[in-house]
């Protein structure tokens, strides 16, 4: 038996017992949705925690003295302290902070429109990452065309890529930076890739004064994130990658490297249901084990590409020396992408979804530097079974 098979077999139990926590998945059982990576399926008890605040304590934040308007106060300061402790803050409100937005994107604009413009120079160098998803990519060209405004000159270049592993070339990353080098924009799951992106050597790379701002959409929810072991300046992330509701995420601050972080603007009333809803998915989160359901995740992409690699009309996107089950390569963090060689992604897509599939098909919001051509994203979860991926193999088989 392999060590996926091995991992999955020693799952089996926990994984049925959270696969019957799904309402949407028991629910549908023709159905297997396959694209956690756009968003995550929620647990019952998220579901119930919203309903419970909304019945029982709806009311705004920070605007009141009643018992209603407490309660709703002292939800969002404790799922404040409750993200950076998921997070591996080991002393929340020290120095960092956490601030509410909307998803991923919102914050990443927020770091870029209200940080970095305060921490920049005339003549400092940023590095980007033009491979990724776009939302780590525009921001910061959106700070520079602010800057330029104001008469600072700011250079970006692109972080490199190893074109072999698809992850960052950190030894060309090394030679590109210079003492100008301000500001390094990083994703630590690639979201079409599927792969731990190695910040510790981009840290190595940039050395101890460089903030690294850390895109984790697709990591946080899916792998334990320890922001001390990462040693970077924030994190942002999307609320609903990680069984919250839409519309909320959070940037992590460190509020050591350059000045503190603080959103512009007035902040008005915050998404107080989907605040609650975050609290308790890093509740369920936590019970369920983030090591727990990495190894879950990494087993089905690791039977996944067995599976893709002994298909002829495949081509997997990514590390090549990753696709057997047995590699000891690092392997996907529970996404996989890939290409039929006859047929287009967009009608592959149709195809698996007449078949009761769920999966993404197009080009994945990359940036400029990214794929060319659209791709079949298929991005699992702890509510996936090797069943379901055996399923679309069989499927994918008969085209």
């Known amino acids: 038996m392999t060590t996926p098979d091995r991992a999955l077999d020693g799952l089996h139990d926990w994984h049925r017992e959270l696969r019957a926590q799904f309402p949407i998945i028991t629910g549908n059982p023709d159905q297997a949705y396959l694209d956690s990576a756009a968003t995550s399926q929620k647990p019952r008890a998220v579901l119930d925690t919203v309903q419970r605040y909304l019945t029982s304590a709806n009311a705004n934040a920070g605007r009141g003295t009643y018992t209603w308007a407490n309660a709703t106060t002292a939800l969002v300061e404790r799922t404040r302290v409750r993200v950076a402790r998921f997070l591996g803050d080991r002393a929340p409100q ?12 919102e914050g990443l604009r927020a770091v870029a429109r209200d940080w970095l413009p305060h921490h920049l120079r005339d003549g400092d160098e940023i590095l980007v990452p033009f491979a990724d998803h776009q939302a780590n990519a525009l921001p910061w060209l959106e700070a520079r065309q602010l800057l330029a405004r104001q008469g600072v000159h700011v250079t970006v270049r692109e972080l490199p890529y190893d074109p072999a592993s698809h992850d960052y070339d950190h030894r060309a990353l090394a030679r590109l930076v210079t003492p100008r080098t301000a500001f390094v924009a990083a994703t630590h799951v690639h979201h079409v890739y599927g792969g731990d992106m190695n ?32 040693d970077v300046d924030f994190v942002v992330f999307s609320g609903h990658k990680a069984m919250a509701l839409p519309g909320t995420g959070a940037v992590w601050a460190r509020n050591t490297r350059g000045p503190e972080f603080a959103p512009g603007g007035w902040t008005g009333t915050p998404n107080t249901c989907g605040i609650a809803s975050l609290e308790a998915a890093l509740d369920w989160l936590d019970a369920a084990g983030p090591e727990r359901v990495r190894l879950w995740n990494t087993a089905l992409a690791a039977r996944l590409t067995e599976g893709l690699r002994r298909l002829a009309p495949y081509e997997v996107l990514g590390c090549q020396r990753s696709l057997a089950a047995d590699s000891e390569v690092q392997r996907r963090e529970g996404i996989v992408t890939f290409r039929h060689r006859g047929i287009g992604s967009n009608d592959l897509g149709f195809v698996l979804a007449s078949h009761g599939l769920m999966v993404r098909a197009d080009g994945h919001c990359q940036g400029r530097a990214g794929e060319s051509e659209s791709s079949v994203r298929v991005s699992l979860h702890v509510y996936n079974g090797p069943e379901e991926v055996d399923r679309l193999l069989a499927v994918l088989a008969g085209l």
């Open 199 to 230: 910040v510790h050597r981009i840290r190595a790379a940039v050395g101890p004064d460089v903030p690294i701002c850390l895109d984790a959409a697709q990591s946080v929810g899916h792998l334990p994130v320890d922001v001390g072991t990462l």
């Open 94 to 105: 020290e120095c960092s902070g956490v601030h509410f937005v909307s998803g991923a994107t």
